[in-house]
């Protein structure tokens, strides 16, 4: 059994640009869910896709864009990024009708300069 | 708004003793609750949690335990041993641990040799 992994580990981008982060849920999952978690902060949720389709959203803007593919494998692409954006961004699988927790992935660490 | 409250940001141990780690939520919504443990440069690590249903849910040294009317919960660790020194966050959701999670800030826990 697979666990959850994100790529890139960490990650420096300039404010302005565009990123694209990565994820591959756990091997049955079907759903995957992104959250930021800022320095001293709890992780706050962006959004969830489940079948391939955007399943809740978090208080964020539509630059926060997210994908999921038929494998479950999800990407999380944030436009015009300001210095803000800088944080740790998670990465949960889990299985909708089911009755296990989400698990969560390593992160990925995002600067923003 | 803060939602899911961890009112302590740190809490030191001595090791073989209990420690207690507290959080309070104010979304009735709110009816699953869950407890997370994070070690720097990992995700988080799903440990215990507990339905509305119910007051209480022990796994080996972990026990939570749920107050609806106070919206107030409290995650037991007894013995403590140096392996549980984490970062503990509280977090909540309106349904199963699989949907959009509320976390909590943080409790730092140290525990003393």
């Known amino acids: 059994e697979t666990g959850v992994t994100q790529s890139p580990t960490h990650l420096i981008k300039t404010r302005g640009q565009q990123v694209t982060l990565r994820c591959s849920s756990q091997s049955g999952h079907n759903t995957v869910s992104w959250y930021q978690q800022a320095l001293g902060q709890g992780p706050q949720f962006i959004f969830q896709?489940?079948?391939?389709?955007?399943?809740g959203r978090g208080n964020f803007p539509p630059r926060f864009s997210g994908l999921q593919f038929p494998n479950y494998s999800s990407e999380l692409n944030v436009n015009a990024l300001e210095l803000d954006d800088s944080a740790l961004y998670l990465c949960a699988s889990s299985l909708t009708g089911g009755t296990t927790e989400a698990f969560f992935g390593q992160g990925t660490r995002l600067t923003v300069v | 708004d803060q939602q899911v409250k961890q009112n302590s940001p740190s809490l030191s141990v001595q090791e073989g003793r209990i420690s207690i780690l507290n959080c309070d939520y104010t979304n009735s919504m709110f009816d699953y609750f869950l407890w997370y443990k994070k070690y720097p440069a990992e995700g988080p690590t799903f440990l215990i949690s507990?339905?509305?249903?119910?007051d209480k849910n022990e796994d080996g040294r972990f026990t939570v335990f749920l107050n609806k009317s106070a919206k107030h919960l409290s995650l037991h660790i007894v013995p403590s041993q140096p392996g549980d020194s984490a970062v503990y966050f509280c977090a909540a959701s309106g349904g199963f641990g699989n949907e959009k999670l509320t976390f909590g800030t943080g409790t730092r826990l140290t525990i003393i040799p």
């Open positions: 896709y489940y079948r391939e389709e955007e399943n």
């Open positions: 507990i339905s509305s249903i119910k």
